[in-house]
């Protein structure tokens, strides 16, 4: 499991479905797509075709960002669970997503920030585990130790990740639209301790909660979230506040103070 797949929900931002400007709402989307490819019975000289036809049908529909891609091949994986429907877990194949438009590579290798995050805290874990292990050999723990010791002091112990788990735990339906939202990830992180201090804390994760209901009423958080980038610094929270919480700003930002003091 990772921040991609967790045991009740997923994500699957980077995908594209979230540019869809649709009335109709994803999941109606998402069910067409599945019927139309389980129809395919997973033959892949089929799958360019269903690609292409799918691409077109849905060319219609406007976007949040015309330059941003939406795949076709998201689709429900299990009753109720999105996923991807050429992912070599399902098709036995390593490459075969090499049928969509970014390729396998590109596919399997993407992480956001959050996930990315929470890679270096499960590998600051297994280090952690190692170091004890490896602790008579010098020079056996990796190279990158001081990225890991600086991760495992933001995890305060070994059981990473966290972040995912609180959203899975407090917001399973608004899951995906906050695990991928990188511009707020930058400034959650200038919180000290973030995520250990805040999601494990009973007074920093009410106060957590709150910014992110905030942030969820923003209209910008509804289309795709996992490429933006803060354009101001992260640590200058007043400016972040704007910039994420337009219409919530003066709230917003007492949260990020007070969540940053406490
Ligand atoms: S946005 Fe992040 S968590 Fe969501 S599917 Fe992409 S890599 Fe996974
Ligand atoms: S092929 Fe790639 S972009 Fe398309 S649904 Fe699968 S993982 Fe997402």
Do not use: W
């Amino acid at each position: 499991m990772n921040a991609c797949q967790k045991s009740t929900v997923s994500c699957f931002a980077c995908c594209g479905i979230a540019n869809l400007q649709t009335d109709a709402g994803m999941s109606s989307i998402l069910q067409e797509r599945t019927q139309e490819f389980h129809a395919l019975h997973m033959d892949e000289n089929l799958f360019r075709g269903y690609r292409l036809q799918r691409e077109e049908k849905e060319s219609k529909i406007p976007r949040h960002n015309p330059e941003i891609y939406v795949c076709p091949f998201l689709g429900y994986i299990e009753p109720g669970r999105p996923g991807c429907l050429i992912h070599p877990a399902r098709t036995g194949k390593a490459d075969s997503q090499n049928y969509s438009f970014y390729g396998a590579s590109i596919c399997l290798n993407y992480d956001c920030r959050a996930k990315e995050a929470e890679e270096s805290l499960d590998a600051a874990s297994e280090g952690s585990a190692q170091s004890q292990t490896y602790s008579a050999e010098p020079g056996s723990m990796p190279s990158n130790n001081a990225a890991m010791k600086h991760a495992r002091a933001g995890s305060n112990d070994a059981r990473a990740p966290v972040y995912s788990d609180f959203l899975e735990a407090t917001l399973p339906d608004q899951y995906h639209r906050l695990i991928c939202d990188s511009a707020l990830y930058s400034l959650l992180e200038t919180i000290p301790g973030f995520p250990a201090s805040v999601c494990r804390d009973a007074q920093k994760s009410k106060l957590l909660g709150r910014l992110l209901s905030l942030r969820l009423k923003e209209r910008a958080s509804r289309r795709i979230t996992s490429f933006e980038r803060l354009m101001v610094r992260a640590y200058d929270a007043a400016a972040a506040a704007s910039e994420l919480f337009p219409s919530s700003r003066e709230e917003a930002l007492q949260q990020i103070l007070e969540l940053k003091t406490l």
